[in-house]
């Protein structure tokens, strides 16, 4: 089982920056990808951005060039660095982390969600 940690969403101006992170805990899954997810109120939850073990990301259309993942395997934290902040990024922000975990001789997929942070952008 894997605990997840989320800190640093909040209330910011059009144009502001916000850090968001997600700290997961120590267990036996071995974690591949990391990612963040958004979801506005009546619409779907949807991909933000996701980090790969290995350091490969993607990003949504909606955030290319204003959003960046990252994340520090030491830690086994992920973090979104967002600037150029809008209206519509308003949503409530989910860490999500993927990996496998050896029960018996097989592996199985883990998926555990964070509790969510809230991103407002308002003047």
């Known amino acids: 089982q894997v605990q997840l940690v989320e800190s640093g969403g909040g209330l910011v101006q059009p144009g502001g920056s916000l850090s968001l992170s997600c700290a997961a805990s120590?267990?036996?899954?071995?974690?591949?990808?990391m990612a963040w997810y958004r979801q506005a109120p009546g619409k779907q939850r949807e991909l933000v951005a996701y980090v790969t073990n290995g350091g490969l990301t993607n990003y949504a259309d909606s955030v290319k060039g204003r959003f960046t993942i990252s994340r520090d395997n030491a830690k086994n934290t992920v973090y979104l660095q967002m600037s150029g902040l809008k209206p519509e990024d308003t949503a409530v922000y989910y860490c999500n982390v993927v990996g496998v975990v050896l029960v018996g001789t097989t592996l199985n997929r883990a998926d555990y969600w964070g509790q969510g942070t809230q991103v407002t952008v308002s003047l």
């Open positions: 120590r267990s036996s899954v071995i974690i591949n990808s």
